[in-house]
């Protein structure tokens, strides 16, 4: 394969997913406003601190209210993290592929980017009532993960996609658990009240895990949820579950069985799975959740260089400002 095409694929997934992971985390804040005591500001920020926006943000837009915050994760061009970006750079790297991909996919990736796209349009009716553009955003995706699952074959293009959408989507679940839990690390004078469960099941519901969580714990308690997100082996969004999966693709594409490496991205990636396998969640609130959250996306970041070097022969620094300058000319 390609290096281009290979490329392409890795980051049409990663842009896709981080467009849903964006309506998920706009989605949980707004449940959790609905109870939440402290400062609203300090609340939305949260979310600007999560994808490092803070600085960018403040650069056009005077207070982090909500309207400005959904504004600048939703629709804004110069957010090359909004969704509208997000979309715009999945579907640019989709087209320029499309002889990879199935006639079905390529429809859906253009059919998620135009319904964004006419959102954009109308984006101070959306802004004010979000909650149904963030559904369809969602359902959208979803429908893109079923093309992929039920059209595609499981050769080399398939195992780059889901490299890049497991890669952010154990990125993506680490921030929000990472802030969220700051967040709403239980005041003593109200824990187990029904605004603490109502928040905490609101976190879990922004990465579709409450279902699941409740099956297998019943009760909601903070030290269960980041077992549960961080460390559980059968949930697709866990941290620990996307890294495994990501090692699996590694593998595929290089043909390199396990407990040995041939290039830097699977030692890596081989190593932050085995921290995830022996780890527990009371040692790592215990130790410090923030310090393990930051750690883990360090080592994410440096799995993704890695990659970039094994596969694609080109510095991640270098790729990113690609992607950049790609992304900043679709909405001229």
Sequence with gaps: MLCRVAESLFW???YLERAENQARFIEVTSNIALGYRGSELDLWSSLLHAGGDVENFKETYSAPTPENVIRYLLFDPKNLNSVVSCLAGARENARSIRENLTTPMWEAV?????????AASESNRTIRQPHSVLEQIKRSA???????QATWSRGEAWHFSSLGYH?????KTSRI?????FILLPDPTHVGSQVDVVQWAALLESTSALQMYRREFGRIE?????DFLMLNTRFPRSMRFCVRDAENSIRAISGTPMHSFSNPAEQLVAQLNAKLNYARATDVIGNGLHQFVDDFQSQLNGIGAAVAESFFQVNMNTRRGMQSQSQSTFFR
Excluded: T
């Design 12 to 14: 049409m997934s990663r």
């Design 110 to 118: 253009n059919r998620f980017y135009l319904r964004v796209r006419k």
């Design 177 to 181: 658990l990472d802030v969220k839990y």
């Design 222 to 226: 903070p030290a269960k949820v980041v």
């Design 167 to 171: 890669l952010e989507r154990a990125d």
């Design 142 to 148: 979803h429908q893109v993960l079923g093309v992929i």
